[in-house]
Nanobody, 124 residues
Framework: QVQLAESGGGLVQAGGSLRLSCVVSGGTFSTYAMGWFRQAPGKEREFVATISWSGGLSYYADSVKGRFTCSRDNTKNSVYLQMNSLKPEDTAVYYC?????????????????WGQGTQVTVSS
């Protein structure tokens, strides 16, 4: 059984930084493409970033490009989301997700496994 566990969320002032982590257990992490999504209150879940199985490719939503960086460490079965220059509109529950077929995709429906999420709150 594949399990994903996010951590690192919290309350931060606008302009600050947070680093989210996601540890994957029970599967073959090094073969998965990984994604980050977020969901704000009253809104649909939206794509944030995705990274290839090797870490060599990554893509970002326009709203976070240049501020967020996704990375992974296959020796630790972990993926990270470094979030800088945070804005109040970044406030959401952040989820990591795993895609078994190595597809880099913004489509949440393509991801096979999901974590429970971690809350990020950015105050103005």
């Amino acid at each position: 059984q594949v399990q994903l566990a996010e951590s690192g969320g919290g309350l931060v002032q606008a302009g600050g930084s947070l680093r989210l982590s996601c540890v994957v257990s029970g599967g073959t992490f090094s073969t998965y493409a990984m994604g980050w999504f977020r969901q704000a209150p009253g809104k649909e879940r939206e794509f944030v970033a995705t990274i290839s199985w090797s870490g060599g490719l990554s893509y970002y939503a326009d709203s976070v490009k240049g501020r967020f960086t996704c990375s992974r460490d296959n020796t630790k079965n972990s993926v990270y989301l470094q979030m800088n220059s945070l804005k109040p509109e970044d406030t959401a529950v952040y989820y990591c997700a795993a895609e078994k077929d190595r597809a880099l995709t913004r489509n949440s429906g393509r991801y096979d496994y999901w974590g429970q999420g971690t809350q990020v709150t950015v105050s103005s």
